[in-house]
């Protein structure tokens, strides 16, 4: 919704000129569950920080999605993050192709990214924070980890909600 400069990134204010030392690097952060406007902004903000203070000269887009934030919303989340996918590939598509694009995803913002890889988006790089998807979904080496297997064996996951299942 804010203005777009000449480099395609959205400003909300004023013109902005980019530092001469900048890289050509978009990371995009995305939110997870139960988080309000004001959260959004500070946790965009705090991370914004951090990677400044490692020596980070790239791009920060944070993408806010529709979250609710009542305990009780948990599914429906779930379910809007599933569908917020397809504006998140839209958005990563839409910044300048010159740049690397990666993913920094916080709970269930993971799923928002899961399911907007499952649409095509291309990035660089995806990192998953405290995610509220099990890792094999992504990865064919956490697939096939024999632990696992053999845990599955003697253990197995509970397939329905009677018996404590997802």
Not at 95 to 104: E, G, H, R, W
Not at 154 to 166: F, K, R
């Given at each position: 919704?804010?203005?777009?400069?000449?480099?395609?990134?959205?400003?909300?204010?004023?013109?902005?000129?980019?530092?001469?030392?900048?890289?050509?690097?978009?990371?995009?952060?995305?939110?997870?569950?139960?988080?309000?406007?004001?959260?959004?902004?500070?946790?965009?903000?705090?991370?914004?920080?951090?990677?400044?203070?490692?020596?980070?000269?790239?791009?920060?887009?944070?993408?806010?999605?529709?979250?609710?934030?009542?305990?009780?919303?948990?599914?429906?989340?779930?379910?809007?993050?599933?569908?917020?996918?397809?504006?998140?590939?839209?958005?990563?598509?839409?910044?300048?192709?010159?740049?690397?694009?990666?993913?920094?995803?916080?709970?269930?913002?993971?799923?928002?990214?899961?399911?907007?890889?499952?649409?095509?988006?291309?990035?660089?790089?995806?990192?998953?924070?405290?995610?509220?998807?099990?890792?094999?979904?992504?990865?064919?080496?956490?697939?096939n980890y024999q632990k696992?297997?053999?845990?599955?064996?003697?253990?197995?996951?509970?397939?329905?909600?009677?018996?404590?299942?997802?």
């Open positions: 919704t804010g203005v777009f400069d000449e480099s395609g990134f959205g400003v909300t204010v004023g013109a902005y000129t980019p530092p001469s030392d900048e890289e050509k690097k978009a990371l995009i952060f995305v939110h997870g569950w139960n988080m309000n406007d004001w959260e959004y902004e500070k946790f965009s903000e705090t991370m914004f920080k951090r990677l400044w203070h490692q020596g980070y000269k790239g791009r920060l887009c944070a993408f806010r999605w529709a979250t609710l934030t009542s305990v009780d919303s948990y599914n429906t989340c779930e379910f809007r993050a599933w569908k917020y996918g397809k504006s998140l590939k839209e958005f990563v598509a839409s910044l300048p192709s010159d740049y690397s694009k990666s993913v920094a995803a916080h709970s269930m913002g993971n799923v928002v990214t899961g399911s907007a890889l499952q649409r095509g988006m291309s990035i660089n790089r995806y990192f998953l924070m405290e995610a509220a998807v099990p890792g094999g979904c992504f990865s064919d080496v956490v697939n696992f297997f053999d845990s599955e064996q003697t253990s197995p996951t509970p397939d329905t909600v009677s018996d404590l299942g997802y």
